[in-house]
C-alpha cells in the first residue's frame, strides 16, 4: 500500500503529542499523503504556535490552528449541561463533547483544503474513534476517515519514539505520564495504567486540578452562581463570560477538593473501563443547575426532564451529536429552560460541595404553603377528601384480592410462586431436581 495517495490531502486532527505528530510523518513516508494538520485548543492545548511548529516540523504541509473554547462552551458545553448530561449519572463527558467539534473543525479544514480524505490518532478500542468517525460521516458523509493508530501505523510507544528520532520529530524529555489522559475546558479523562485494576485506589500523581481532599483548606468556601435561562452567567455577582467562569470554578472548586470522580464505565464498544476524571467546575454546575430547576420547574418536567438527560447523555457518549435526535431532545431542553433563571449558592469544604441557598423570580416554592409555621394558608382540610380519591384504587384492590394480609411477618412478603423457572437454553439439559422451591 506504499504511497498508494500520493498528490493527495489528508487533514490529521492533530494534538501535538507524540502519537498525532508519529501519523503526520506516517502518512506522508507511508502512505504518500500531503498532510494537513487541524489543531481546536478547547481549553488544554497551551501553547498553539508552539504546536504549529511541531506540526510543521512533523512533516506538515500546513498547521492549522484555531482558539475553539467560546465555541466549545456555547454550542456544547452550555447545552449539554442544561440538559443535565451525565453518563451512567456521573460523568460530565468532557472529552465525548469535544470530539463533535473537533470533527467539525476537520471537516471545515478538509473543504477549505480541497482534501477527500480526513485523519484522527483515535486507536480502535475506545469511544473517541466512534465519535470522530460519526460526526464526520454526519457533517460529510463523502470524506474518507483514516485512523492509522487503528491499523497500519501498528507501532508501540518505544517504535514512536524511535519513529519519531529518526523523522527529526521533537520527543520531549520528560517522561510521559503513565496514564491515558484527554483534557479541555470542562474536564480531564484519565485511564490506563495502574488504574486498570479497579480495586486500587487512585494514586495522587493521576490528579492534577484537584487538592487532595484532606489537604484541601480547612475553611470551607462559598461561591454564588447566577443562571440566566439555565446557562451560567456571574459568580458572586461579577458577570462572566463562559471560559473564565468555567476556569474560575474549576480553580476554587478544585482547591477545595471537588471535583474528583471514580467510576467503572461502559464503553460503547463493549468493554467495561475504569475512569477517573477531575471536572470541578463541570459538577458544581450541574449541581447548582439542578438545585435551580427543583425552585422553578413543576414536578412533571422534573421527572421527564431527567429521562431525557439519561438520553442526551448516551447519544453525546455515543458519538451522535451531529443526529436529529439530538436536535429533537435539545429543543425539548431549551424550552424547560425558560424559567431557569436565578442564583444558587454552593459551599466548598475538604472534597465537598453542596448547595446551600437558591432563589429565583421565577419560584415557585411558597412559603406560605409550606411553612409548619404562622401564616399557613394551606388548607389541611381540603386533604382528607384528596387521599380518599387518590387511595380509592388501592382500597378497590384491597376488597377484591387481598394482596396484603394481616397478623403475621410471612403476610409482609412479596409473592413468589407467580415466577416460573426459565427454560433451558438449548444444548443444556435440566436436571430433575432442578426445580425452584418456595
Ligand atoms: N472514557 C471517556 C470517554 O469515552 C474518556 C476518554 C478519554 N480519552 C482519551 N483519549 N484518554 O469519553
Not at 458523509?141 to 501505523?153: E, H, N
Not at 431557569?340 to 446551600?356: D, H, I, K, N, W
Amino acid at each position: 500500500m506504499s504511497r498508494r495517495y500520493a498528490g493527495e490531502t489528508c487533514v490529521l486532527a492533530y494534538s501535538g503529542g507524540l502519537d498525532t505528530s508519529v501519523a503526520v510523518a506516517w502518512l506522508r513516508e507511508a502512505l504518500g499523503f500531503e498532510v494537513v494538520t487541524c489543531t481546536g485548543d478547547l481549553g488544554a492545548t497551551g501553547d498553539l504556535e508552539a504546536v504549529q511548529r511541531k506540526a510543521i516540523q512533523s512533516g506538515a504541509k500546513k498547521a492549522i490552528v484555531q482558539d475553539a473554547r467560546d465555541i466549545f462552551v456555547r454550542y456544547f458545553v452550555w447545552p449539554a449541561l442544561q440538559a443535565g448530561a451525565l453518563y451512567q449519572d456521573r460523568y460530565p463527558l468532557a472529552t465525548a463533547l469535544g470530539r463533535p467539534l473537533l470533527a467539525k473543525l476537520l471537516v471545515d479544514a478538509a473543504r477549505a483544503e480541497g482534501a477527500r480524505f480526513v485523519a484522527h490518532g483515535c486507536t480502535g478500542k475506545g469511544n473517541d474513534q466512534v465519535r470522530f468517525d460519526l460526526a464526520v460521516g454526519a457533517l460529510a458523509p463523502d470524506l474518507t476517515v483514516i485512523a492509522p493508530m487503528r491499523g497500519g501505523m501498528n507501532m508501540t510507544r518505544e517504535e514512536e519514539i524511535d519513529y519519531a528520532r529518526r523523522h527529526a520529530i521533537p520527543v520531549e524529555a520528560t517522561k510521559k505520564s503513565p496514564y491515558s489522559v484527554d483534557e479541555n475546558l470542562w474536564g480531564r479523562s484519565i485511564e490506563a495504567g495502574v488504574l486498570e485494576d479497579p480495586w486500587d485506589a487512585p494514586p495522587r500523581d493521576v490528579f492534577a486540578w484537584t487538592a487532595e481532599p484532606d489537604e484541601a483548606p480547612a475553611k470551607a468556601v462559598e461561591v454564588v452562581v447566577a443562571f440566566a435561562e439555565g446557562i451560567p452567567v456571574a459568580l458572586d455577582g461579577v458577570h462572566l463570560e463562559g471560559v473564565p467562569l468555567i476556569r474560575r470554578l474549576n480553580e476554587l472548586a478544585g482547591t477545595h477538593g471537588v471535583g474528583r470522580i471514580d467510576m467503572v464505565e461502559d464503553r460503547l464498544v463493549g468493554i467495561k473501563s475504569r475512569e477517573i476524571y477531575e471536572a470541578p467546575a463541570a459538577l458544581v454546575l450541574h449541581q447548582a443547575a439542578r438545585a435551580l430547576e427543583s425552585l422553578v420547574l413543576t414536578k412533571e418536567v422534573i421527572r421527564f426532564k431527567a429521562r431525557v438527560a439519561q438520553e442526551y447523555a448516551e447519544l453525546v457518549y455515543n458519538g451522535l451529536w451531529f443526529s436529529a435526535h439530538h436536535q429533537d431532545l435539545a429543543t425539548y431542553v431549551r424550552s424547560t429552560q425558560r424559567f431557569v433563571t436565578g442564583e444558587v449558592r454552593m459551599r466548598f469544604a475538604r472534597g465537598t460541595s453542596a448547595v446551600v441557598g437558591r432563589r429565583s423570580p421565577h419560584s415557585l416554592y411558597q412559603t406560605a404553603l409550606a411553612t409548619y409555621g404562622k401564616g399557613d394558608a394551606f388548607d389541611h382540610k381540603a386533604s382528607e377528601g384528596f387521599i380518599t380519591v387518590f387511595g380509592l384504587p388501592l382500597r378497590t384492590q384491597a376488597r377484591t384480592q387481598a394482596l396484603w394480609g394481616e397478623g403475621s411477618e410471612a403476610a409482609l412478603e412479596i409473592p413468589r410462586k407467580a415466577l416460573a423457572a426459565p427454560s433451558a437454553p438449548a444444548g443444556t439439559k435440566r436436571s430433575a431436581g432442578a426445580k425452584r422451591k418456595r
